[in-house]
C-alpha cells in the first residue's frame, strides 16, 4: 500500500503542477503586462510604480494572497530561473523583475508597444433607405 500510496500522492502533485503551469502560461500568454508579486515587496512596489508611471495596466498576481501562491512561485522559478519577485512578463517574455524594470524605463527601453497612445476610434454609420 506504501508504493501505491507513493505512486497516487505523486501523480496529484504532477497534476497540481500541471494545472499551476497551465495558469501561468495562460495568463502571460492572455495579458500583455503581468506581474507576479508579494503585496508586501518593494521591488514589487517599484515595478508596479513604473507601469503606473506610464499609464499601463498591468495584471498583477499577489502571491501572498493566495492559497497556491508558493507553488506558482516555485513554478516560475522553473521557468524563469529565479524564485525572486516581481517577475515582470511583458507579451509573453520575462523582463526581469523591480530594478530591471526600472531601468528599462529610466533607459527609455520599454518595449514601444507600452507607450503607445491609444486613440478612441469613432465609427459614424449613416442609414440610406433604399427605394
Do not use: W
Not at 1 to 22: D, P, R, T, W
Not at 67 to 85: A, M, P, Y
Amino acid at each position: 500500500m506504501g508504493a501505491l500510496g507513493s505512486k497516487i500522492f505523486g501523480s496529484s502533485v504532477k497534476m497540481v503542477n500541471v494545472e499551476i503551469q497551465n495558469f501561468i502560461k495562460d495568463t502571460v500568454a492572455k495579458e500583455k503586462v503581468v506581474i507576479f508579486s508579494k503585496s508586501y515587496c518593494p521591488y514589487c512596489t517599484m515595478a508596479k510604480e513604473v507601469f503606473t508611471a506610464i499609464n499601463h495596466p498591468a495584471t498583477i498576481i499577489e502571491l501572498d494572497e493566495r492559497k497556491d501562491g508558493n507553488e506558482i512561485q516555485n513554478e516560475l522559478s522553473q521557468i524563469t530561473g529565479f524564485r525572486t519577485v516581481p517577475q515582470v512578463f511583458v507579451n509573453g517574455s520575462c523582463v526581469g523583475g523591480g530594478t530591471d524594470v526600472k531601468k528599462l524605463q529610466n533607459q527609455d527601453s520599454l518595449p514601444p508597444c507600452l507607450l503607445a497612445k491609444k486613440y478612441e476610434v469613432t465609427i459614424h454609420m449613416t442609414m440610406t433607405r433604399l427605394q
